[in-house]
């Protein structure tokens, strides 16, 4: 009837044969926050669009984190919806500069 062709190793040898990718690593809304003020450099807006691009983050964690940094007042965001641009407030700057000295 069927034949069967031999099995090579076993499931955990190929589990152990794949190439492993890196996890992604956690991130949150203060990473976006202090993502965006590296990547303004001093600008005084940014647009949402060339932060996305440079996030890493997909679409809809990057929303999330977004969000919440416009609801929290971190950022405002002006513009027309897909031409968005993005500037950091004052409590943003704050939280920023907190983040720094825990750094150093």
């Known amino acids: 009837m069927f034949s069967r ?3 090579i190793g076993s499931f955990a040898n190929l589990i152990e044969a794949a190439p492993s990718t890196p996890a992604p690593a956690s991130q949150s809304a203060l990473d976006l926050l202090l993502k ?9 807006s940014l647009p949402v669009g060339e932060l996305f691009e440079h996030s890493g983050l997909k679409f809809d964690q990057f929303a999330e984190f977004l969000t919440s940094l416009d609801k ?3 950022v405002e965001k002006s513009g027309d919806w897909g031409r968005e641009d993005l500037v950091i407030t004052p409590v943003g700057q704050t939280v920023i500069a907190a983040a720094a000295t825990r750094a150093a």
Do not use: K, L, M, V
């Open 5 to 7: 062709s031999p099995i």
């Open 36 to 44: 965006a003020a590296q990547i303004s450099d001093g600008r005084p």
């Open 72 to 74: 929290n007042g971190f």
